[in-house]
């Protein structure tokens, strides 16, 4: 499985924007970016995910870079509800498809 | 809006002794899958089903963790005998199918003590 590279931790302000960075050197074409969140005693919850183009839902954009190397989960307007801990997860295409969870980044927000 | 349950949500017991967790996954979602976290780690998958069948099992202790999903629907996950490193919390997860684009939706998981 193509690995994937998060800082420990961040920290933001409530109200402000947050961008949540991964590193993903080794990813392949087949490879899906998703991403997921573990609210503190809580099972992980899905935020978003994508192949090639930038998305955007409810919860969150995710923005790609053009090599696919990188990538960048944005909230756009942190609440104390998005302290979590943010996991970067790469999906093959091709594979049994298993998420293979990382430390992921520990996102503390401010009042 | 439709969520994984899982039972028990607190499991206390001693080591050696057997223990078992179940989980019934969204209505409808063929694949289901059972992870364990160790505290201060990411999840880490145990077991997949498609339907009844295992699709991956190559993380489960075999001599002592078993599965099933009997009917394809309801899971449980057993553990005889328990081991102290044992303690963690057991998740369950499931998703409409093997597509790499379906989310996995998780249960609120079982916190094991092992004594």
């Known amino acids: 499985d193509a690995k994937t590279t998060q800082p420990n931790s961040m920290e933001s302000n409530e109200e402000e924007p947050v961008h949540l960075p991964c590193n993903h050197s080794?990813?392949?074409?087949?490879?899906?970016i998703h991403w997921y969140r573990q609210l503190p005693s809580q099972g992980p919850e899905y935020v978003i995910h994508?192949?090639?183009s930038n998305v955007n839902n409810r919860m969150a954009s995710l923005a790609i870079a053009e090599d696919r190397k990188s990538s960048t989960l944005i909230l756009h307007r942190a609440t104390l509800r998005d302290a979590a801990v943010y996991y970067c997860?790469?999906?093959?295409?091709?594979?049994?498809?298993?998420?293979?969870f990382g430390q992921g980044t520990r996102l503390t927000i401010n009042p | 809006e439709a969520e994984v349950a899982q039972s028990p949500r607190y499991k206390i017991t001693e080591k050696s002794q057997a223990v078992a967790f179940w989980c019934d996954p969204i209505?409808?979602?063929?694949?289901l899958y059972w992870y364990r976290q160790i505290l201060g780690q990411g999840p880490e998958l145990l077991v997949q089903?498609?339907?009844?069948?295992?699709?991956?099992d190559s993380q489960l202790p075999k001599d002592r963790f078993s599965a099933e999903r009997l009917k394809g629907v309801d899971s449980t996950l057993k553990i005889q005998p328990a081991e102290l490193g044992d303690s963690a919390m057991y998740l369950c997860?499931?998703?409409?199918?093997?597509?790499?684009?379906?989310?996995?939706?998780f249960g609120p998981g079982t916190r094991l003590t092992v004594t």
């Open positions: 997860a499931s998703s409409r199918g093997l597509a790499p684009s379906y989310e996995q939706y």
């Open positions: 080794t990813i392949s074409g087949t490879d899906y």
């Open positions: 994508g192949l090639t």
């Open positions: 997860i790469l999906r093959d295409g091709l594979g049994a498809q298993k998420l293979v």
């Open positions: 209505s409808g979602h063929a694949t």
């Open positions: 089903f498609q339907d009844e069948s295992v699709v991956d």
